[in-house]
């Protein structure tokens, strides 16, 4: 079973989506700070991140910014975000994240991200952003 690490500081928030994400057959890992999920996906080594940018602590930008450089970084890593501006979704890629969600997340279009995630090899983390265009 593939794992994804969720990073948000809402308990409500991270309780929906590690029941979707159970539902559709990941092993989910929670952190609600910044540092803990650098920390999980160091340990974990999984292959989605779903990174909150308002994360306490650091935030998902610097999450996603510190992941880049490890060897065990996420296959694909998703921003998590109550803003949805052009701006907003620049500043997502360049820290390395590879899509950005507004929240309310629409529960099929991370469904879609999830699946397509499935596809790509382990080995595969520098090219995700070129081939999956959600």
Do not use: C
């Amino acid at each position: 079973m593939e794992r994804v690490v969720v990073a948000d500081d809402n308990p409500a928030m991270t309780s929906v989506m590690t029941l979707a994400l159970r539902m559709w057959g990941w092993e989910v890992i929670v952190a609600h700070d910044g540092f803990a999920a650098v920390d999980a996906i160091r340990k974990t080594r999984p292959a989605v991140g779903l990174i909150d940018i308002g994360l306490p602590e650091i935030s998902g930008l610097e999450v996603a910014r510190l992941v880049r450089t490890l060897e065990v970084a996420p296959r694909l890593l998703v921003a998590l975000s109550g803003y949805g501006e052009e701006t907003d979704h620049l500043r997502s890629r360049e820290a390395g994240f590879d899509h950005h969600l507004v929240k309310p997340i629409d529960p099929e279009r991370l469904r879609a991200i999830m699946m397509a995630a499935r596809l790509q090899t382990p080995d595969d983390r520098s090219g995700a952003r070129s081939r999956i265009s959600l």
